[in-house]
């Protein structure tokens, strides 16, 4: 589905090894001179217009909601482009694809694209259609953004791929600060069985051990599962005092709601909370708690807000976390075109825009602040925890990792 942005496109559906900043924005300060001497005699050869891809799960069973509000969030950002005059006067265009949430859907999605289409760079969602995709954006030149997978797979391995989301090694282990806080020492996990999922679970247990923590009992789950409840039995019968939920939505939803229905009163935490995990959660929610990028849908801050007034008016509910993730990620990539135009010549390709993201890795984000990528192309963002309260999220505090 390639969808052309020209004004105002209603959606009809019902529904989403850290290197210090310092040393990684050195890393890169000598390239932005270079750069610019390279190409700036030449004036621009200019597309008649900027498509930029991108690979949705709009119609996975599970993960179609998460689809739906990133092709959203993408939308918006087109929209705002291009009604600010697009990319120094020329139109920009978003080419969304459906990969159906799985690898092969993926492959075949950037496959259709490349044919159809100048694509010279791409959002790509779920963490194993990213790595089916990568190697070939590696090997074709094709600056690739993801932005939803949190899996710690393949970090650095590639160039052309840059993590937009903060990842689990650093999830994980912010999530469970309140739980160290209250000095609770005995952990149970439920864990999702995909590559994120168990990239949680592995980032968890050292740390809690480390500090003093027992893991008492680990439990998996298969994505959109139905039945969790031999799974939650054990987890109830392991004493623990905190339970993890190292799930994605919607499957934090049916476990928070299980857990409360099998009487288990202790503290709960996670990463992720949406209004689909809400609304399969229930009640039971109350008291979550959970760590992820700053996203407060009732922020004052000016970009978050503008973001979200933005997003009621075309969509008539608040923002969501994905929905922001990727309005960022799409603004992103037009950035790097604007940047890669102003130094001249050819400049719409792959590598020419990793050029001018390496020579300046820090962009405005609507998370707060600026997003920087480290050398390794992993996004610096603040981290912050919320507990649910009367079935919503409140901002509690951001979390200093470098600290644990």
């Known amino acids: ?58 119609t996975d069973p599970g993960g179609s909601h998460n689809g739906t509000v990133m092709r959203r969030g993408i939308l918006q950002a087109a929209e705002e482009i291009n009604a600010a005059g697009g990319i120094d006067g020329i139109k920009v265009e978003a080419a969304i694809e459906d990969h159906q949430g799985v690898p092969k859907g993926g492959v075949d999605a950037l496959v259709r694209l490349r044919q159809r289409y100048d694509i010279q760079v791409i959002l790509s969602s779920y963490s194993t259609v990213t790595q089916a995709v990568a190697p070939i954006c590696e090997q074709q030149q094709i600056l ?79 994505p959109d599962a139905n039945n969790i409840d031999t799974q939650m039995a054990k987890l109830r019968a392991s004493g623990c005092d905190v339970l993890a939920i190292w799930a994605f939505d919607p499957d934090p939803g ?9 009487g288990m009163k202790q503290l709960i935490v996670g990463i992720e909370y949406t209004s689909q995990i809400a609304r399969i959660a229930g009640p039971a929610a109350e008291g979550y708690t959970y760590a992820s990028d700053f996203f407060d849908p009732n922020s004052q801050e000016p970009r978050l807000k503008s973001f979200n007034e933005g997003y009621v008016a075309r ?21 790097c075109i604007r940047r890669a135009r102003a ?62």
């Open 1 to 58: 589905m390639t969808e052309p942005v020209d004004g105002a496109h209603p959606d009809t559906s019902k529904r989403q090894g850290r290197i210090p900043r310092r040393a990684a924005t050195g890393l890169l300060a000598a390239a932005p001179f270079a750069f610019s001497r390279a190409y700036a005699a030449d004036s621009p050869k200019d597309p008649p217009v900027f498509r930029i891809g991108a690979l949705l799960g709009l």
């Open 144 to 222: 690739a953004f993801d932005g939803g997978s949190a899996s710690n797979a393949h970090v650095g391995e590639y160039k052309y791929l840059f993590r937009i989301r903060t990842l689990a090694l650093d999830l994980a282990r912010a999530a469970l600060v309140p739980a160290l806080e209250q000095k609770l020492t005995r952990l149970a996990q439920l864990t999702r069985t995909t590559d994120d999922g168990v990239s949680l679970q592995k980032a968890a247990e050292p740390f809690w051990t480390a500090h003093g923590g027992k893991v008492v009992g680990n439990e998996m789950m298969t």
């Open 254 to 262: 049916l476990g928070l709601k299980r857990a409360r229905e099998f």
């Open 315 to 335: 969509y008539h509910e608040p923002g969501e976390f994905y929905a922001a993730n990727y309005y960022d990620g799409f603004k992103l990539a037009a950035e």
């Open 343 to 404: 130094q001249g010549g050819d400049y719409f390709n792959g590598p020419r825009l990793l050029a001018a993201l390496r020579a300046a890795p820090v962009f405005p984000t609507v998370f707060g602040g600026d997003l920087t990528f480290q050398a390794n192309g992993v996004a610096l963002r603040p981290i912050a925890l919320f507990q649910v309260k009367s079935g919503r999220a409140e901002f509690q505090r951001f979390v200093k990792l470098d600290s644990l």
